[in-house]
């Protein structure tokens, strides 16, 4: 399954148009801009980030993040892979379990 059937192109396109710049990436802003609301969206958005299927979100994959939306958005920086992974692992495992939600806070 694709972002695109889960989201519209005109939502995924504002939220990267949110993060274009280097360090400019919010996770609140983004997710309120790509229209994420459901936590059926939020399951669904999850499996598509976990790429290797591991039930986690790891930080390489989070700094690919972006590229899930659309191939030509750019991969996060350091700094806010590490802001993003902080904000949801709650464990300190340096892996995002199922809390995607609770980032999304829906």
Known sequence: MALPSILTEAEIAAGLQSCQAADSFDRKTFFVKVGLKSKDQADKVF??????RSGFTKEE??????????????????AETEAFLAAGDSDETVKLEWMFQALVKL
Do not use: Y
């Open 47 to 52: 499996g598509i980030l976990d790429q290797d």
């Open 61 to 78: 994959e989070l700094k690919l993040f972006l590229k899930n939306f659309s191939a030509s958005a750019r991969a996060l920086t350091d």
